[in-house]
């Protein structure tokens, strides 16, 4: 009876949900069938309305996709002598459905398969299920699409993760199929004998190709590319200058067709496109073909795209441009297309910028008798003395070049050249913020980062350390009134930082007492503004300041502030999960004081606080945010391996002791579900390493909190697998060789959805201190 009202409900909801006229009656009959789908009673409700001819089709397909989502996620729920029943049911429904609805059948299809991957081959009976189908097609051909449709699938759900199949009965059910191959393409054989079903068996010999010893796959991909990648392979055969010279006959060819802008130029553009392919292979000292290629560039009109195709292949041989003979007298001329480039489309003007910065990268050192010229052509470009008509990021490979060869000028010129190029740079911003501070708060961000993004690439490319430290001590004003009126901008704030982070990189300790003002400054600000890029720029201070005496003090106090305030934000996963940014910056620092300025670090206060932190922030969704604490607790973990760590290990254990048995049951449930699969390398390398540090008492640790799993969940022999594994890393076994038991604890407690609430519930990975079962 209850049974029977349960089908009404369900038909109910269904035409509540499909055709009821209020949004909210809608949603609610939505959230009544999917908690509906999620017991056990939908199992007999979903076969019965399946088995029901007055079923309507959206009954139909909601009944079908139930009960294929409950074969494959919910299959433990159902007693073991329930299987053949279901079995026949499905195969009924199968023979039901041969002429469609597809949709159902396809479901009904997929249930089927799945059951498959559930149930070894000797209990399903018959030989197995590739067995089973040949039989029912030899007795029933009438319903041979329908059973040739299950044909189909199986090989797909074989590799479906959303099977709550056990990892060992995944790799049986493989076998099986693999073992069944011939047995399916003989039926496939037979089948082709049939016209209605050749499309069909085309499909299925497409998904077979997995399981055959066939090992490459065959991917879509632009013809363009597939064209380069030919023409690779003949250049490694023939050799790149003999390919160049048959190559070079077709562009000559080509460009006889291509007198002016408005003929024919596709061909040209294409035999450009090939000579372009093979750069790689062409020798650099090439003397009798590029010559004439490059001579043959400025004939050609400028049609954008083509354009676009001459620019990107000045850039390929820019090596060329350096060593070969007359590569050099070439460059007054591929200057002049670049420039024509750079003013006549986006595209063109973007491959003109990047063919100049592979020209000034490999040609640096000839350039620097040339250098007005550069930055003539850098004004031109920039400055908008001429019509570049490339975006700003494009100009960034202008600002790049220039700076490449600046670094191979000798000091006295090179600190005048970089004067120059900052000057040029800092003009806007200095005229904003002389316009008073109203309207420096009121800027777009974008007009303040276009010129900060290039000092950011002027300090990472000039090479010349007590220049670059010269030019940030003269440019800290500017910097200090865009930190101090723009500390609310996060674009802004990046920007500044990258430009800082690329200064000190660069400079290292020629910085002197600019250094000293620029962690000033960003520390007052973080306690009020929490940008997350202060955190990044004092990453890198303590990359290079971190083992400087002089240095100690102030930056001892800065780490304090930075971890001290940023503890006091994050207090629970929920401030994890909205401040991911800040949580990925603050134990990315934490790791580098490990490693460069562990003697500040580890007898600090923040210390702890910092671990009780991270242990709350171990299951946060956020990759980065995620693999920043991990990494900083394996860094932990990890010590012994550090000569400068050795003297801390005391320290290190009396604050890791104490949180050792919570901490190892929130990296256990991280492996089993509460984070997501892909951070499953991530995660067990943090288990294996705490478990190298603290050997046996590791290993109880990890014995504590798998016995809260339930048997129901995972059973005895995968508990004892994945412990022994933890014993083997313990003996300083390969972390490698260890990831299989690893990962079948994973997969076996993620197999569906209530295995997984079963396994979260019982490790209570928000829970920092759980009190023993007794």
Avoid at 326 to 345: A, T, Y
Avoid at 600 to 615: G, I, K, N, R, T
């Amino acid at each position: 009876m209850q049974s029977m009202e349960l089908q009404s409900t369900v038909k109910e909801a269904l035409n509540a949900l499909y055709h009821h006229p209020d949004d909210a009656v809608r949603m609610q009959a939505d959230r009544w069938l999917q908690d509906f789908q999620r017991t056990i009673d939908a199992w007999q409700v979903a076969d019965n309305l399946l088995h029901d001819a007055t079923s309507n089709l959206e009954t139909l397909i909601f009944c079908s996709q139930t009960l294929r989502s409950k074969v494959q996620r919910d299959f433990e729920e159902l007693p073991s002598e329930a299987f053949r029943q279901l079995r026949d049911s499905l195969n009924n429904l199968l023979k039901r459905f041969h002429k469609g609805p597809p949709i159902v059948r396809t479901q009904i299809s997929i249930a089927v398969a799945a059951l498959a991957v559930h149930v070894p081959a000797e209990d399903w009976g018959d030989g197995g299920i590739v067995n089973s189908l040949r039989d029912e097609m030899n007795s029933h051909p009438e319903y041979i699409p329908g059973f040739l449709e299950l044909l189909t699938v199986l090989p797909e759900e074989a590799f479906n993760y959303k099977i709550a199949a056990r990892p060992e009965r995944r790799r049986h059910f493989e076998k099986e199929l693999t073992s069944q191959m011939d047995i399916a393409l003989n039926i496939l054989t037979a089948c082709l004998n049939i016209s209605e079903l050749k499309e069909q068996v085309g499909a299925f010999l497409i998904l077979l190709l997995p399981f055959c010893s066939f090992d490459e796959t065959l991917t879509g991909s632009v013809v363009m590319l597939a064209v380069a990648d030919v023409l690779s392979d003949a250049a490694s055969v023939l050799g790149g200058d003999a390919t160049l010279q048959i190559l070079y006959m077709k562009l000559v060819e080509a460009i006889s067709c291509c007198g002016n802008e408005h003929s024919e130029w596709r061909p040209a553009e294409a035999a450009l496109f090939c000579i372009r392919a093979i750069s790689n292979y062409v020798s650099v000292v090439e003397a009798n073909v590029m010559p004439q290629v490059m001579d043959l560039l400025s004939k050609l009109p400028h049609q954008a795209q083509l354009l676009q195709t001459v620019c990107l292949i000045i850039g390929a041989y820019s090596k060329w441009l350096d060593a070969a003979p007359s590569g050099f007298s070439k460059l007054p001329l591929v200057i002049d297309i670049l420039m024509s480039g750079m003013r006549n489309s986006e595209d063109s003007a973007a491959a003109a910028a990047l063919a100049f910065r592979h020209i000034c990268d490999d040609c640096r050192k000839k350039l620097c008798a040339y250098c007005k010229q550069l930055f003539h052509i850098y004004y031109t470009a920039v400055n908008g003395e001429g019509s570049f008509k490339g975006s700003a990021e494009d100009s960034l490979h202008l600002v790049e070049a220039l700076s490449m060869v600046i670094t191979e000028l000798p000091p006295e010129s090179a600190k005048d050249a970089l004067e120059e190029l900052c000057s040029s740079v800092v003009t806007p911003l200095q005229e904003v913020i002389n316009q008073g501070p109203g309207v420096l708060e009121k800027k777009h961000a974008r007009e303040l980062t276009v010129h900060i993004d290039r000092f950011a690439y002027i300090f990472r490319y000039v090479n010349h350390p007590g220049a670059v430290a010269d030019a940030i001590h003269r440019l800290w004003p500017i910097f200090k009134a865009l930190f101090d009126l723009r500390a609310w901008d996060m674009r802004t704030m990046e920007s500044l930082c990258r430009a800082c982070k690329y200064a000190v990189r660069t400079s290292g300790r020629f910085m002197g007492i600019t250094i000293g003002a620029i962690l000033e400054e960003i520390q007052g600000l973080y306690q009020q503004h929490h940008q997350p890029c202060f955190l990044y720029l004092s990453s890198e201070v303590i990359k290079i300041f971190g083992s400087d005496p002089s240095c100690a003090s102030y930056l001892k106090n800065m780490i304090e502030a930075l971890f001290k305030h940023t503890t006091c934000l994050l207090t629970n996963i929920k401030e994890f999960t909205t401040r991911p940014d800040i949580a990925d910056d603050c134990f990315l620092l934490a790791s580098r004081c490990i490693r460069y300025c562990p003697q500040l670090f580890f007898p600090s206060a923040v210390f702890p606080a910092l671990v009780d932190c991270s242990m709350i922030g171990i299951t946060v969704q956020h990759r980065e945010a995620s693999n920043s604490v991990l990494t900083f607790l394996s860094d932990i973990f990890d010590l012994a391996k550090s000569s400068k760590g050795e003297q801390f290990l005391s320290i290190r254990d009396s604050v890791i002791i104490p949180r050792g048995a919570s901490i190892t049951r929130i990296l256990v449930a991280a492996l089993t579900g509460a984070l997501p699969s892909s951070r499953l390398e991530t995660v067990a390398y943090a288990l294996l390493a705490l478990t190298r540090a603290y050997g046996m008492q590791a290993l109880e640790w990890a014995k504590e909190s798998v016995s809260l799993i339930p048997l129901t969940a995972v059973k005895e022999v995968e508990r004892s697998r994945f412990l022994q594994a933890l014993s083997d890393a313990a003996s300083g076994a390969d972390v490698n060789a260890l990831m299989v038991p690893v990962e079948e604890l994973s997969d076996v407690c993620r197999r569906n959805r209530t295995v997984q609430e079963i396994v979260q519930g019982a490790l209570k990975p928000l829970e920092l201190n759980m009190l023993p079962v007794s």
